[in-house]
């Protein structure tokens, strides 16, 4: 069983640039879900992605938005990158929504984007 | 508004002794809570859910719809225990939207 798996798992970028991070879901999951941890903080939904569309956002500006491709991966993209963008940005997988095991996901080691 | 709260940032015992991590929500409908684990150099992963009413690693964690609670306990703390907890509530009906606390940091002391 392959576990969740991100990249690039580290990255440096200036204010206004634009950064698209990966994820490779679990097998045998088709939803993928992004969070972002700021220092000191828990994570913070971003958005979910199943069935390759958006199934849910959380309190984050359009400049934020993501893909799913038909192999369950996921790509996060985020555009006119901003300082306080800097943080730990986790993926996770899990199976559909609505299954019986419904809160159970499956973090990768995130990727930690630091923006200067 | 849907919240959880971890009123500790660090805990600290001593081998052997009770260990519980207090986690508070708030939320209008009915909840399901989590307690997610992160180790030294590991990904984050699920501990328990409420749901289950399981123990694992001799953990437990009760709803208390009274209180708005779900206390994370373990009677004897292991050095093994040490590690960072996060409570979190389940929000957002067709998603699994989790709604994460602040974290609390486990230390267990020889």
């Known amino acids: 069983e392959t576990g969740v798996t991100q990249s690039p798992t580290h990255l440096i970028k200036t204010r206004g640039q634009q950064v698209t991070l990966r994820c490779s879901s679990q097998s045998g999951h088709n939803t993928v879900s992004w969070y972002q941890q700021a220092l000191g903080q828990g994570p913070q939904f971003i958005f979910q992605y199943y069935r390759e569309e958006e199934n849910g956002r959380g309190n984050f500006p359009p400049r934020f938005s993501g893909l799913q491709f038909p192999n369950y991966s996921s790509e996060l993209n985020v555009n006119a990158l901003e300082l306080d963008d800097s943080a730990l940005y986790l993926c996770a997988s899990s199976f559909e929504p609505g299954r019986s095991n419904t809160g159970e996901l499956f973090f990768g080691e995130g990727s930690r984007l630091t923006v200067l | ?110």
């Open chain 2, 1 to 110: 508004a849907q919240r959880v709260t971890q009123p500790e940032k660090l805990l600290s015992v001593f081998k052997g002794a009770p260990v519980e991590l207090k986690c508070n929500y708030s939320y209008s409908g009915s909840p399901e809570l989590f307690w997610y684990v992160q180790y030294s150099r590991q990904r984050l992963q699920l501990l328990l859910r409420h749901i289950s009413r399981e123990s694992i690693k001799g953990f437990t964690a009760d709803l208390n719809k009274g209180e708005t609670s779900f206390h994370l306990k373990k009677p004897f703390a292991q050095e093994e225990d040490s590690a960072m907890y996060y409570c979190a509530l389940l929000y957002g009906g067709a998603t699994n939207k989790l709604i994460f606390g602040t974290g609390t940091l486990l230390a267990v002391q020889p």
